[in-house]
């Protein structure tokens, strides 16, 4: 009598199958994590470059909101001369500072200079002005300015 035993084979077939179709998932879930361990480092690394970006955009923005004051004063009175002031931002506001700024707030003290030179003509002076804010050691933004005031206006 002759035993066929194809079961058994079946059996082994399937339980082959069954730890395959495990190890798949196993691997499959391991490239999923892969690739989102991949996605957040980038999404960690554009969230630092943009809050990077805004900040300076900030300082930029203060620095152009001071130079723009300092220009108006200066349309306002040419005959000034050069000045120098600080400012810091407090209350969200940017506020000049009396006397000499704190060393420890170079990230929210900005320096303005003016520099105006004055050029005799016939029938007036050519004032020009030159308006550097800086942060600490960087220039943040520069102006360059001028009016003309005639000999009816400087009496």
Known sequence: ?????????????E?????WHGG??????LVLLAFLMAALAVVV??????HERGTEAD?????????????E???ADPAS?????????????LVEVDGTPDAGNESTTYQVNRTVEQHDKGGGTLYTAHIAVTQGAETVYTLDTSRYSTGAEEA
């Open 81 to 93: 001369g050069n000045m120098t002031a600080s400012f810091t931002i407090a209350n969200g506001s």
């Open 15 to 19: 339980e082959n199958r069954r730890s």
């Open 73 to 75: 004063a200066f349309a």
């Open 45 to 50: 690394q554009l969230t630092g470059i943009a």
């Open 1 to 13: 009598m002759m035993v066929v035993q194809i079961p058994r084979h079946r059996r082994a077939r």
């Open 24 to 29: 798949a998932f196993i691997v499959e879930s």
């Open 59 to 71: 300082h930029l923005s203060n620095a152009v909101t001071i130079a723009a004051n300092n220009a």
